[in-house]
């Protein structure tokens, strides 16, 4: 069976690169490759959403979070179907005159300089966290299926390299592509294996004998479970994935259509990756938490297996990919563009792709100090929850000022302080840096009436 995982894995992989080589040509040019010359339709616009929130957080990690804690693990998921909502609604606002790249732009319309390239920054460290949480859980997969024959280092490297390679090749056209690949393997796979185990393993007389794992906020109280939907609403409302994906669309329209549409597909998809996490605890309650999904392969046939085994490693590529290039369209023409002086549109081509491979790269090192992909997400992500309250500062009443710049710095430290004191493990970063930058932004509101 192992054998048939491994060649079914390798089809999978040459299937992407081939389809990243044929679509290379239509990458030329510096928008091409980070925008797709901002000609997507509906259809690869929603794939992308999709693969972006139903990816190796969503899905291995989703499948973590309910081995850990039950069904009150939905509650991340909830605040990025929230946020996907809202960033429709607000899709105008958010790319104003149709030539945003990033967030960077976002806070540059509303800010000066400064703000935004420390609002850019300080997303560019969120983005890369979460490219390394697709790596890692890559590897978890991967190791725990072919566990004598490849270790978690060498499959997390393995899992970089796919998907590095064809965005670093195709730019985000192939990510659009690739991503619709990925979006139907997932689909394929999750449902027929995950129902197969359901209903064919007596998993209704095997359940968790934990009370808590089928009330609203489980073990993790109401408290943890609403920071983790909260903060999840703030980084998915402005994130970069969604920002380079709306932009990427050929309207507005068709944007806001496609980000509903991604957002549809991945909702029965998350909550089954849930399931499979409480189905794996009533069977496999020692097994380490990060392979609970795996763990179900070996209940399955292999004609179902084989496309389980896929289900499970794609959203790692569907999610990385985006983000991958989300972080490059940021560093590019946040960073690199405004330093150019000649060479023109080809050597910005040649620096995107070379900025692809190294996020890529950065991405991998930093896979060997993931734990726990569900809190470790929710804690980084809170640098971008900042950025999001003084954009919404600015969309209502613009602050001049060092006040958004304040709200920015003193966020950073405020997590850094939280984790240094061990804090965060007590209360959620995100609260402290809420009522901090309220409270910045606010002095700064009335300073302004006051002048």
């Not at 190791?143 to 490849?150: G, K, T």
């Not at 990060?290 to 496309?307: C, E, H, N, R, W």
Request: proline fraction near 4%.
């Amino acid at each position: 069976m192992k054998l048939l995982f491994l060649l079914s894995l390798v089809g999978y992989i040459f299937l992407l690169w081939l389809t990243s080589y044929s679509i290379a040509k239509r990458a030329r040019s510096s928008e091409a490759y980070l925008v797709a010359s901002r000609n997507l339709p509906i259809p690869l616009v929603s794939v992308l959403i999709a693969g972006t929130w139903m990816g190796g957080v969503a899905i291995v990690g989703m499948a973590q979070g309910a081995y850990l804690h039950g069904i009150s693990a939905l509650w991340f998921q909830i605040g990025i179907w929230l946020a996907m909502i809202a960033s429709s609604l607000l899709l105008e606002k958010i790319l104003r005159n149709g030539e945003t790249f990033s967030i960077l732009d976002v806070v540059a319309g509303l800010y000066d300089r400064r703000t935004a390239r420390i609002a850019g920054v300080m997303q560019l460290i969120f983005l890369v966290w979460c490219v390394t949480m697709q790596i890692a859980g890559g590897g978890a997969v991967l190791s725990y299926v072919f566990r004598e024959q490849i270790t978690f280092n060498q499959a997390m490297a393995l899992t970089a390299l796919v998907f590095v390679l064809y965005n670093t090749i195709g730019g985000f056209v192939a990510t659009a592509y690739t991503n619709l690949i990925h979006v139907a393997a997932i689909i394929i796979g999750l449902f027929s294996g995950g129902l197969y185990v359901f209903f064919n393993s007596r998993i209704l007389g095997n359940l968790p004998p934990y009370d808590h794992y089928f009330t609203p906020f489980g073990d993790l109280g109401a408290l943890q479970a609403l920071s983790w939907c909260f903060i999840n609403f703030t980084l998915g409302i402005l994130a970069q994935p969604v920002i380079t994906t709306a932009s990427s669309a050929r309207s507005i329209r068709d944007g806001k259509i496609g980000i509903l549409a991604g957002n549809f597909i991945s909702i029965p998809v998350v909550m089954l990756a849930a399931l499979c996490g409480i189905m794996a605890k009533a069977l496999f309650p020692q097994i380490p938490s990060l392979s609970a999904l795996p763990s179900l392969l070996s209940l399955v046939p292999p004609y179902i297996g084989v496309f389980f085994l896929i289900s499970m490693w794609a959203p790692l590529l569907s999610c990385g990919s985006p983000f991958l290039m989300g972080a490059t369209a940021l560093v590019v023409k946040g960073f690199i563009a405004p330093l150019i002086k000649s060479g023109g549109d080809r050597r910005l081509l040649y620096l995107s792709k070379m900025t692809t491979f190294m996020l890529g790269l950065i991405s991998l090192l930093l896979g060997f100090f993931v734990k726990e992909i569900l809190r470790e997400v929710t804690w980084i992500g809170v640098l971008l929850s900042a950025t999001v309250y003084i954009v919404f500062f600015g969309w209502v009443k613009k602050i001049e000022g060092i006040y958004p710049t304040v709200s920015l710095i003193g966020s950073s430290f405020l997590l850094f302080f939280f984790f240094l004191t061990g804090l965060h493990k007590v209360l959620h970063p995100v609260w402290p840096v809420t009522v901090f930058v309220l409270g910045v932004m606010a002095l700064g509101l009335l300073s302004k009436r006051k002048g």
